[in-house]
């Protein structure tokens, strides 16, 4: 039995017993739009990570951003919402500083 078979086998039997009923987002149109706007040269490394359930520098510090503003507006002490926002402006930067890199290194190519 050829392994386009064998696979095609294992599949039937996976739907027969109602194994793909409850994916997420049955009966939605994907969203491909985050996989098209991620550089062509960047997708698989991006995928395998979520894949992995990991993320990358990026968006893990795009993360910790949102984190922190939403800290700051739940924040009402002056002395600690001056903190919390110079904290925004470091990781701010840092982000900034690793898109401009990426994109000097893209320009390279």
Do not use: H, W
């Amino acid at each position: 039995m050829s392994l386009a078979k064998s696979v095609e086998t294992i599949i039937k039997e996976a739907m027969e017993r109602g194994d793909f009923n409850d994916l997420k987002g049955k009966g939605k149109p994907l969203d491909l739009n985050a996989y098209f706007e991620t550089p062509e040269d960047l997708r698989m490394a991006y995928s395998v990570l979520k894949n992995a359930g990991m993320v990358s520098g990026e968006v893990e510090l795009l993360q910790e951003i949102a984190a922190l503003k939403e800290r700051l507006a739940a924040t009402y002490e002056e002395n600690q919402r001056n903190r919390i926002k110079k904290i925004i402006a470091e990781k701010q930067l840092q982000f900034n500083v690793m898109m401009e890199r990426q994109n000097s290194q893209r320009r390279k190519k």
